[in-house]
C-alpha cells in the first residue's frame, strides 16, 4: 500500500510567511525588503485611522499610510483586517465587534478589489464567543500575540500564533529554519510584528538579513497568511478513492501530494492518477 502525503506546491516542504499590523508607515519600507527578496506578507489595517479618512481619530505620534496607497504597495501581498478602530474587542458588545469586522472588511475590500478575509486580533484581544462569530463574519483566520518558538501548523487558524515577533529569536530561529531537511514533515515558519519598530529600534538592518539568509531557497514556499489557509484546507478536501487510482478535489487549487514515490499535482476535478 502506497502512502499519500500532502505537500506544499511544486513537491516543497517548508513554508514562510509574516504578518504586520496597523498599516504604519514604516510598511513602505519593509515591503521594499519583500519585493527584493520575492518574500510574501500580510498587512493587517484599520480603514479608520487612514489620515485622509478620520476626522476624530487622531493619535499622536504616529504616521500611518493613506488609503490611496494601499492597493499599490501592498499588490502582491495579503491585506488583512485589523477591525475598523483597534478597539480591545474582548470589552465590547458582540454586535459591535461584528460592526468592526465588517466595516474593516468592506472599506478595504473597496481598495484591494478582492475579499479581506485575514484578521489579526487588535491588542491580542479576543474571547470564545468572538472565534465562534468570525466564521460567520467571512473571516478565514485569526492571529494571536506571543511567540510559540516552533514551525509547528496551525491546530487552530482563529488562534494562530507566530514562530516567532521579529525582535525574539528571530536570525536563531531564521537559521534553523533553512538547516531543517527531513521532508517527511510539513514546516512553517511565522513572523510578525509592527513594522514602527524597526524605526524606533534603529533595525531594519534586521530584517535585511534575514531576508538574505531565508530567501531563494527551492525547499520553500513563500506565502501570504490566506494562501497558506486556503491551500491547507483545500488539501484536506481532496477526496482519494479506496484503491487510489483516483481522486476528486473540489477547490479551484491545484494541489500537491507525494503518492508513493511519486510527486502529483491533483488539479480541480476528477483526477485519475
Known amino acids: 500500500m502506497e502512502q499519500f502525503n500532502l505537500c506544499y506546491p511544486e513537491g516543497k516542504f517548508k513554508a514562510l510567511t509574516f504578518s504586520y499590523d496597523d498599516g504604519r508607515i514604516e510598511d513602505r519600507k519593509l515591503v521594499e525588503i519583500f519585493n527584493k527578496y520575492d518574500l510574501k506578507g500580510t498587512f493587517h489595517l484599520n480603514s479608520a485611522y487612514f489620515p485622509d479618512k478620520r476626522k476624530n481619530l487622531e493619535i499622536k505620534g504616529e504616521e500611518r499610510l493613506p488609503s490611496t496607497e494601499v492597493a499599490s504597495l501592498y499588490k502582491g501581498h495579503e491585506v488583512a483586517s485589523h477591525t475598523y478602530t483597534h478597539p480591545t474587542i474582548a470589552r465590547c458588545p458582540i454586535d459591535k465587534v461584528a460592526v468592526e469586522v465588517l466595516e474593516d472588511r468592506k472599506f478595504l475590500e473597496g481598495l484591494v478589489g478582492y ?32 511567540s510559540k518558538d516552533n514551525f509547528s501548523l496551525p491546530d487552530d487558524y482563529y488562534h494562530w500564533q507566530a514562530t516567532c515577533h521579529h525582535n525574539h529569536r528571530l536570525m536563531e530561529h531564521g537559521k534553523e529554519f533553512v538547516e531543517l531537511y527531513k521532508s517527511q514533515y510539513l514546516y512553517l515558519m511565522y513572523v510578525w510584528g509592527h513594522s514602527f519598530e524597526f524605526s524606533r529600534d534603529n533595525n531594519f538592518s534586521l530584517m535585511e538579513e534575514f531576508a538574505q539568509l531565508v530567501s531563494g531557497k527551492e525547499d520553500t514556499w513563500y506565502v501570504t497568511n490566506i494562501d497558506f489557509k486556503r491551500y491547507m484546507t483545500a488539501g484536506k478536501q481532496v477526496i482519494f478513492s479506496v484503491d487510489g487510482t483516483t481522486c476528486f478535489n473540489p477547490s479551484n487549487l491545484d494541489i500537491w501530494y507525494r503518492i508513493g514515490g511519486d510527486l502529483v499535482k491533483i488539479k480541480p476535478g476528477l483526477n485519475t492518477l
Open 115 to 146: 475579499p479581506v478575509q485575514g484578521l489579526s486580533y487588535p491588542n491580542g484581544s479576543y474571547t470564545k464567543e468572538i472565534k465562534e462569530l468570525l466564521p460567520l463574519l467571512g473571516i478565514e483566520y485569526s492571529r494571536v500575540v506571543g
